[in-house]
């Protein structure tokens, strides 16, 4: 077996095993079954990864002062992942190895967009989730863990705008972006299953369970 066929053999078994193993361990959400009142959260999937769109009046300037950094919009949408894979315009295999298998430092992504989604992204396919009112704040505060104090922008934002800043956290195949976004609806009391996401695919599939399909690519 040639050694690119062993990569990929290795990363297809991590891929189908490792989120079985690790599957029994759940994060515990709060329980918000009596809040009568929503806030429409909305996934992108951009192909590798899921992002995580937010109203722009929902997010709170001082729990989340990065946003402080963009111009009038209408909504936020945030992201994490490798520092390096992430914010490159055409990263390289080998970048995508070394962010799968070896833990590296991390970056939150913030992006500011007016319009509708739909019209911003119409090759993506967009899901909105209603969450608990009081479990937004929940979910600004998972957002806002990742924060680094003061930080600078490292980098223009892959499109809209905005910027990548350093972030905290280590990322690795079983801590990766599409997981940081599961595990964000999460904590804000929506049932879904962070702890076997790996993949964009898995994210979508199980947003599309408790939530409602906005688009799809045409």
């Known amino acids: 077996m040639t050694q690119p066929m062993r990569f990929i053999a290795t990363l297809t078994v991590l891929v189908m095993v490792i989120p079985a193993l690790i599957g029994c361990r759940p994060v515990p959400y709060p329980d ?17 990864h899921v992002g995580l769109a937010l109203d722009r009046e929902d997010v709170d300037d ?20 490798d520092i390096d894979y992430y914010p490159h315009p055409s990263p ?23 319009g509708e989604l739909s019209a911003i992204f119409p090759r993506s396919t967009i899901i909105r989730v ?15 863990s990742y924060q680094i104090a003061d930080a600078e922008p490292l ?13 905290e956290g280590s990322y690795h195949l079983l801590n990766n972006s599409n997981r ?39």
């Open 32 to 48: 918000l079954s009596t809040s009568t009142e929503t806030r429409s959260v909305y996934l992108v999937s951009h192909g590798l």
């Open 62 to 81: 001082e729990a989340l002062p990065v946003v402080q950094w963009l111009p009038e919009v209408d909504f936020v949408e945030f992201g994490w992942g």
């Open 92 to 114: 390289s295999l080998i970048d995508g190895a070394r962010a799968l298998f070896w833990p590296t430092d991390s970056v939150l992504h913030v992006v500011g967009l007016r």
């Open 155 to 167: 980098t223009q934002s892959l499109y809209g705008t905005g910027h990548f800043f350093p972030a």
């Open 180 to 218: 940081w976004t599961a595990e964000a609806l999460e904590r804000a009391g929506v049932p879904i299953a962070s702890s076997i996401i790996v993949t964009a695919s898995q994210v979508v599939e199980q947003g599309k369970r408790v939530g409602e399909l906005v688009s799809r690519p045409e």
């Open 130 to 144: 209603d969450v608990p009112a009081e479990g937004m704040r929940y979910l600004i505060d998972f957002i806002a």
